[in-house]
Every structure is written in C-alpha cells, then in structure tokens.
C-alpha cells in the first residue's frame, strides 16, 4: 500500500515540477506504512469499515472513500487516520481549501496518540502544498516549514518539492534572502529540466532585481533551455546584458543582447522588443540595424527627445545623412540644451560640408561645456571652412 504523502505526490499533476512521484520517504515508516494507513489501533473502530474505505482510495475513487471516511469519524471522532484520509481525499480532489482543516484534526489527534508518526509530516506538507496551489503563499509558509523542520530534527529524507514550493512563497512574498538557498539547493538536487528551468527563472529575476547581472545572466540564460520563448526571461536578460555591456564594452554581450532581442521580436514585434533590439544594435555598433527599431521607438513617441537622439544617431552612424539632420533637429527641438544631440548633429553638417551650420552649433555645444573634444572639432571645422572659402 503506497504511504499517504506518496499518494499525495504522485497524484498531483499540478505540482509535477514540485516533486518527483517516487520521491518523497517523509511519511514511510521502518516498515513500509504509516499509522493512518494502518488505521492504529486506537484510532479505526470497524477494521472492515476501514479496509473498505482504503480499498475504495486505492482504486482512485476518491468521492466514495471520503464519504466512507467521513461516516468512521462520524462514529469515532477520534479516528486520527480516518481525519487524514479526508484530507487526502480532499486533496486528490483538487478541493484544495477543505484540506487544512481534517489535515489539522489529525495533526492534533496523532501528536497526542502517536507523537512520532510520520504521518504529522505529511500532513504539515500536504496543507503547505495545498495553500501554494491556490496562491496563498502568506499561508503556506507555516506548513511548509514545519514539514522541513521536522523531517530534518526526526532525519527522515526531505522531499525537494517542500523546498521548492518554499522557495517560491519566499519569492512571491518578496522575502528573496530566504528564497535564495531553498531554490538553489532544489535546483541542485533535481534532474527535471522542466524544474530546474523554473527555479532558474526565479533564482535570475531576484539576481536581475538586485542587478547582480554576473549572476543573473548566468541563470536566465539556464531558464532559456527549458523554455526559450519565455518572454519575461528573454527582456531581463537582454537588460541584464545591456547593462553589463555599458560597463566592459564587451561587443559580445551586445550582440547576445540584440539576439536575445531579435527572439522577443519573433515572439511579438512590438515596443517591447524594439526597445530591446535599438539598444542593443546601437551599442553593438550595427548602426543599420538599429535604425528600424530606433525609428519605431521614436515616432510612436514624438515628443520624447531621447527616442529622436538614439535614432539621430543611428541614422548618422550608418551613413543616412539627410534623415539623420531631420531626427536631429527634432531632438534639440524637444530639448534645446541636449549637448550630445548639438554635438552630433554638427557631426552630420559636416560630413555634408555646411561647415558654418557645423560650426555654429558646435559653438554652442562648447559653450555648455568646455569640453576639450568640442574645441578640436571648432577648430578643425574653422579650418576646413576657411580651406572652401
């Protein structure tokens, strides 16, 4: 007869990547069983009432078993198995809010009874369970770390799926100090890419909110082989990228950056990833390719003088002269004192040899500044200007 909590485990199709069906020894007794599956002898008043209603669970009918369940504690309410059978009915049933109550009754019931059953274990983590499944993390919390605190103390095998669902309520709750070494000890204990994609997920958004970007890209980038169409995943990395990039100039990791763009783009070419894409190229230097996505950013926002600049430049850098004045002039328009966009632009007029045009407004963009760079390029322009004269 399978133990209570492996019952549990290997029914429960909405936690597969909690645990494993063969995993969990919590509830396994020296001899194979657990009290509530024997019934104890203080707990079961008809053995042929019982062994009915456990024959009736066994054959995965779980309707009828509880309502046998429910008439033993009817006529003995201090049947501590009859109470956990309810909860494991309840559970296999997906009425996830009945669990806690019988699950409890038989928590108080067998403490008193047989305080060393293992039973208390799989009750503690069978009500944590079923508070994660309806996103009461708040509540799960509690069970849970009974169930680990004591498996631990009575050095009975801890199932990864307690672990795992633990670490996850810590990182829903915003508690990531604590999420951290649960998620990475499951992650390290469990062999199910699916599982371990997950952990990674979460373990790479907690490094991306710290912007520990070493870290973080090392697990979103492991989050991508488990699913690599997520497209949360694929935007904190390619930020986490972009912002490394910013520090090294590591043309690698710009163009990791534009490719994880390019995915989001496949997925939905929408603001989203042009952002992403624009950025990226821009900073690859692949002018030609950022300018698409720059464009796109700036004229679904006319009046933002960054979106015209980075787009300016693209259009500058890549050779397309005439349309970089034009993004240009919108740029200092927007924003008159932008000494980057002065500076370029003044770089456009004199590729295209309006050196007095080039001349005034890099004028005007040393004024703002005194920087050195501005100054050789007055006085190379003068030159250039007095050489056409």
Known sequence: MCPPIQRVLCSCSLIIVLAACAGSAAAVDDKGGTDA??????????????????????????????????????????????????????????????VE???????????????????ILGA??????????????????????????????????????????LGRCYFFLGRHDEALPLLAAASAA????????QNANYLGAIYFKREDDDRAIVYLRQ??????????????????????????????LWLEAAEAGEKLRAIHDDLRAANVLGRAYLGARKFD????????????????????????IALSRSGQMRRAMEALEITIRLTPDSVPALAELAYVYENDKQYQ???????????ATNDPAIKESIERVRALASQKQ
């Open 190 to 197: 469990s062999s199910s890419s699916d599982e371990n994609g």
């Open 101 to 119: 109550l019988p699950l409890s009754h038989a928590i108080d019931l067998l403490e008193i009874q047989t305080p060393d059953s293992p039973d």
């Open 223 to 252: 989050a991508l082989k488990s699913d690599a169409e997520d497209r949360s995943v694929l935007e904190m990395l390619a930020e986490s990228l972009i912002r490394k990039a910013r520090k090294s100039s590591s043309e690698a």
């Open 289 to 312: 390719k950022a300018v698409p996505a720059l464009e796109k950013l700036a004229k679904a926002d006319p009046d933002n003088g960054q979106a015209w600049l980075y787009y300016g």
């Open 124 to 165: 503690w983590y069978t009500i944590g369970i079923s508070h994660y499944l309806l996103s009461e993390y708040d509540k799960a919390v509690d069970p849970l770390t009974r169930y680990l605190g004591l498996a631990a103390k009575s050095k009975r095998e801890i199932d990864r799926g307690a672990r795992t669902a």
């Open 357 to 367: 045009q080039a001349l005034r407004i890099y004028e005007k963009a040393y004024a």
């Open 37 to 98: 599956s024997r019934g104890g002898a203080t707990s079961t008043p008809n053995a042929t009432d019982w062994d009915r209603a456990v024959a009736l669970y066994d054959k995965g009918d779980y309707r009828a078993a509880l309502a046998e369940f429910q008439s033993l504690v009817l006529e003995r309410p201090d049947a501590a198995g009859a109470w956990y059978y309810i909860g494991l009915c309840e559970f296999k049933l997906k009425r996830y809010k009945n």
